[in-house]
């Protein structure tokens, strides 16, 4: 839903750390290197995934000098990670071709959305369901059946089972969005050299990840297993 205000400018905290190639997740950095565009959309994209990325790193931060500790307290994450969500509310992305760029767009918006209702929730915050998300991202075709015929089928490959993951810890067992998305996790392992779990999650880490995701991947990596 499109926020129906501004955030407020007083509440906006100091900006994270300058957005450079050392805060972007590294398939996206490959991709940008790779194919360089001045698209407003794009780069309102990429701007976001910088923040979220640079959220991560801070979470980690935190999460090693509290642990557990770190989620009585929302207030300072809160405020920086409420700041990067009205972003991509406020501007989701017009999908209106079935272009490769548009799609990967709205993929990525969509993951970060999921990303942060997660991390809300391990505040004990109740930001809204998942499952319409979920539901949006499992149903996206490049989602489904990924990226051909570009010179960042890797790093692509990359993003789609970051995506995937996300929505497979975020899933709903009762609608069938688990089933659905462990099935299409087993498929995409199959492109990679060893078809394994930990040569997947080598990927995934390369994008905006925290800690606090290993347990569920747990749960999810025997859920894969059964069916590979």
């Known amino acids: 839903m499109k926020p129906r205000f501004p955030l407020p400018s007083d509440l906006i905290p100091t900006p994270l750390p300058a957005k450079s190639s050392g805060t972007l997740p590294m398939p996206l950095f490959n991709i940008i290197k790779a194919e360089p565009t001045g698209d407003k959309n794009f780069m309102h994209i990429v701007s976001c995934m910088t923040d979220l ?18 989620w ?22 017009q999908v209106t071709s079935m272009a490769d760029r548009e799609l990967i767009l709205e993929a990525l918006r969509l ?6 209702i997660w991390i809300k929730r391990q505040y004990r915050s109740y930001p809204g369901p998942s499952t319409r998300y979920v539901s949006k991202l499992l149903s996206l075709p490049l989602v489904q059946h990924g990226w051909k015929g570009t010179s960042s ?3 692509l490959l990359s993003i789609r089972l970051w995506l995937l993951v996300l929505c497979g810890i975020s899933s709903c067992n009762t609608t069938g969005q688990r089933t659905t ?5 087993a498929r995409a392992m199959r492109q990679l050299k060893g078809n394994s779990w930990v040569e997947m999650m ?16 747990t749960e999810l990596e025997g859920l ?3 069916i590979c």
């Open 72 to 93: 009585i307290d929302e207030v300072y994450t809160g405020l920086r990670i409420n700041s990067i969500v009205h972003r991509l509310l406020d501007r989701p992305v």
């Open 153 to 155: 089928d890797s790093d």
């Open 181 to 185: 998305a462990v099935d299409m996790i």
């Open 111 to 116: 993951g970060a959305i999921l990303w942060i």
């Open 53 to 70: 990325n640079a959220i991560a790193a801070l979470i980690e931060l935190q999460f090693a000098a509290k642990c557990d500790g770190l």
């Open 224 to 226: 894969v297993k059964a």
């Open 202 to 217: 080598t990927r995934v880490r390369q994008m905006p990840w925290v800690s606090v995701f290993e347990a569920p991947c």
